[in-house]
């Protein structure tokens, strides 16, 4: 995993100190007097439009020659989670963004980086996050009251992940047993020797076939480490299809954190061609006649097939309650949370052990009366 911040400076006419990208604005704001630069989308791309690249060629041809951050980079390795971080050389790392742990050492690496095509601004700024946050630590009613404190406090991180999006043009064809249900009336001797009529359920088995056809668009595979994949599919989906896309630009990422794909691509197409098969499967199912099957096998011929290397935000709560480590994630985009916590069972026996039982004892004591 890595991460990179600060790509490049942009100093405030007024004051002179580093601008930031400020999600609530959508534009670069200097985070000490506040001025808000004249800055427009398009100055600083890497490209004009934001393309779809080839998958097949890209696999064939992906060197060191696709690294193109625009800063002069270092990098260290958490000892810890183990996650590689990479910034600007006049940063210094007192901790891992991820885990918080403080056992980090220099590191270098030779694996190629495919530098992303595109980025999902950050829509929502960390007070509007803070707010989002403290309604669902108050919804969660079995969590610790230590913990709803604890956790307010704790540090919060602006982020933006790796994702890899993937197009495709499938045409599957399937084969299958359909069943057809139905009702049959048989005669039976009882347990009393005379003859019964009962109605029997049967399934008549036939054959069947067919073919579809299917475009898979911005198919979506984490390139992330760092954050657990459960939570994370939790806040997706991020938009990836619409204007709200836009060609990366290292403005949108000033003073934030951002990650390095852990996930190469060629493992990412293969998690990709694993999600197509199953939903290709499922959409096969679907056309099955009848009312129930079994047998289904499909056969796919895939064309056209497309990737982009994309940045999404995140902002990220870590920490540790007692001797387990917490993540709360919060999409920066719709504002979706998802995350682990700490249950107190003194709470539970409270709310639900001590009530059921109460129910119970009343109960048994109202039989007896």
């Given at each position: 995993?890595?991460?990179?911040?600060?790509?490049?400076?942009?100093?405030?006419?007024?004051?002179?100190?580093?601008?930031?990208?400020?999600?609530?604005?959508?534009?670069?704001?200097?985070?000490?007097?506040?001025?808000?630069?004249?800055?427009?989308?398009?100055?600083?791309?890497?490209?004009?439009?934001?393309?779809?690249?080839?998958?097949?060629?890209?696999?064939?041809?992906?060197?060191?020659?696709?690294?193109?951050?625009?800063?002069?980079?270092?990098?260290v390795k958490c000892q810890s989670c183990?996650?590689?971080?990479?910034?600007?050389?006049?940063?210094?790392?007192?901790?891992?963004?991820?885990?918080?742990?403080?056992?980090?050492?220099?590191?270098?690496?030779?694996?190629?980086?495919?530098?992303?095509?595109?980025?999902?601004?950050?829509?929502?700024?960390?007070?509007?996050?803070?707010?989002?946050?403290?309604?669902?630590?108050?919804?969660?009613?079995?969590?610790?009251?230590?913990?709803?404190?604890?956790?307010?406090?704790?540090?919060?991180?602006?982020?933006?992940?790796?994702?890899?999006?993937?197009?495709?043009?499938?045409?599957?064809?399937?084969?299958?047993?359909?069943?057809?249900?139905?009702?049959?009336?048989?005669?039976?001797?009882?347990?009393?020797?005379?003859?019964?009529?009962?109605?029997?359920?049967?399934?008549?088995?036939?054959?069947?076939?067919?073919?579809?056809?299917?475009?898979?668009?911005?198919?979506?595979?984490?390139?992330?480490?760092?954050?657990?994949?459960?939570?994370?599919?939790?806040?997706?989906?991020f938009p990836t299809r619409g204007d709200?896309?836009?060609?990366?630009?290292?403005?949108?990422?000033?003073?934030?954190?951002?990650?390095?794909?852990?996930?190469?691509?060629?493992?990412?197409?293969?998690?990709?061609?694993?999600?197509?098969?199953?939903?290709?499967?499922?959409?096969?199912?679907?056309?099955?006649?009848?009312?129930t099957q079994r047998d289904l096998q499909?056969?796919?011929?895939?064309?056209?097939?497309?990737?982009?290397?994309?940045?999404?935000?995140?902002?990220?709560?870590?920490?540790?309650?007692?001797?387990?480590?917490?993540?709360?994630?919060?999409?920066?985009?719709?504002?979706?949370?998802?995350?682990?916590?700490?249950?107190?069972?003194?709470?539970?026996?409270?709310?639900?052990?001590?009530?059921?039982?109460?129910?119970?004892?009343?109960?048994?004591?109202?039989?007896?009366?």
């Open positions: 995993m890595a991460e990179i911040t600060a790509l490049r400076k942009y100093p405030c006419p007024e004051c002179g100190g580093d601008a930031e990208w400020n999600a609530a604005k959508q534009a670069l704001v200097c985070p000490y007097c506040g001025t808000i630069l004249p800055w427009k989308s398009g100055e600083d791309t890497l490209g004009a439009t934001i393309r779809e690249t080839d998958l097949a060629e890209a696999l064939r041809s992906a060197g060191p020659e696709t690294r193109d951050w625009r800063f002069e980079k270092r990098e183990h996650a590689i971080t990479v910034f600007e050389a006049s940063r210094a790392a007192q901790s891992c963004e991820f885990c918080g742990s403080p056992s980090i050492v220099p590191v270098e690496t030779d694996r190629d980086a495919i530098t992303p095509s595109a980025v999902l601004p950050a829509r929502l700024s960390e007070p509007q996050v803070r707010d989002r946050l403290r309604q669902w630590y108050a919804s969660r009613i079995f969590a610790p009251n230590r913990f709803k404190k604890a956790a307010l406090t704790d540090t919060l991180h602006g982020l933006y992940l790796p994702y890899w999006t993937f197009d495709a043009h499938v045409h599957a064809t399937w084969t299958a047993m359909a069943g057809y249900v139905y009702v049959e009336n048989v005669q039976r001797r009882g347990s009393d020797g005379r003859i019964v009529t009962v109605a029997e359920r049967r399934v008549r088995w036939e054959p069947a076939a067919g073919e579809l056809e299917h475009f898979f668009d911005d198919d979506p595979v984490p390139g992330t480490m760092g954050i657990e994949l459960a939570l994370l599919r939790k806040v997706e989906p709200e896309l836009k060609p990366y630009e290292p403005a949108y990422v000033r003073g934030w954190v951002v990650e390095r794909y852990q996930l190469d691509l060629r493992k990412a197409a293969e998690m990709n061609l694993a999600q197509m098969e199953a939903a290709l499967r499922q959409l096969c199912a679907k056309q099955v006649p009848g009312d499909v056969q796919t011929q895939y064309q056209g097939r497309t990737f982009k290397h994309v940045l999404v935000p995140v902002w990220l709560v870590s920490y540790t309650y007692g001797p387990k480590n917490y993540q709360i994630v919060v999409n920066g985009y719709t504002g979706a949370i998802a995350g682990d916590r700490p249950i107190s069972y003194v709470k539970v026996f409270f709310y639900v052990v001590l009530p059921t039982l109460i129910i119970i004892v009343l109960l048994l004591l109202s039989q007896q009366s």
